[in-house]
């Protein structure tokens, strides 16, 4: 795969709490250059963001209920559209983790549906983060099952914040289980281009990394 094919797959990231004004306008000039699919950002920067890459093919994702995923719905709901009214086309949100392993599905499909409605309605992709690390083979294809059936755009495995990151087992599995219409974003621990590459190979259509220029320069 080449560096163009294959940054166009990549939604270049800083999530972090002490990212500054002087990182924003380095990642999205990054995202200009390299052509990455989206910078993906906290909440606070998504003004900034969107102010930097007008006129460009670069989307600005954000993150909801990040990053445990307990936040109540109708927060989220505020979140995502508070993000969506400041120049954000891309969400991604983490499911209720504790309402997932009580079985409460029906929760979990309540949350996905009003995301999912608020982002289609206006216009932005939506994403749900599962945390894959924290979850059995049952629980992520619960969480897939429903995906296809409400129709959310992506299922990812990772925040990045948690104990393990994107693993191809885990891709596969949301791969085989969403169907073709729901694609997979693959982040966390991403780092070197073999480790993209196999994540890819599994099912991933989307990468979630902060190290994208990183594995665009390696020989």
Sequence with gaps: MDNKALAAMIDHTNLKPTASREDMEKLCAEA???????????????????????????AVCTVVGFPLGQNTVETKVFEAKN????????????????????????????????LT??????????????ETCYLAPIHIEAVCHTAARVGIDFV???????????????????????GPAV???????????????????????????????QILREE
């Design 32 to 58: 200009r250059e390299y052509g990455f699919a989206s910078v993906c950002v906290n909440p606070c920067h998504v003004r900034t963001c969107a102010a930097l890459l007008r006129g460009s093919a670069v």
């Design 83 to 114: 993000a969506i009214d400041n120049g954000a086309t891309e969400i991604d949100y983490v499911l209720n983790i504790s309402k997932l392993l009580d079985g409460e599905l029906s929760y979990i499909r309540r949350e996905m549906e009003m």
């Design 117 to 130: 409605e608020l982002c289609h309605s206006r216009g932005a992709k939506c994403k749900v983060i599962l």
């Design 156 to 178: 990812k495995t990772s925040t990045g914040f948690g104990p393990a990151g994107a693993r191809a087992e885990d891709v596969a599995l949301m791969k085989a289980e969403c």
């Design 183 to 213: 694609k997979v974003k693959a982040a966390g621990g991403i780092r070197t281009r073999k480790a993209a590459l196999e994540l890819i190979a599994a099912g991933a259509d989307r990468l979630g990394c902060s190290a994208g220029v």
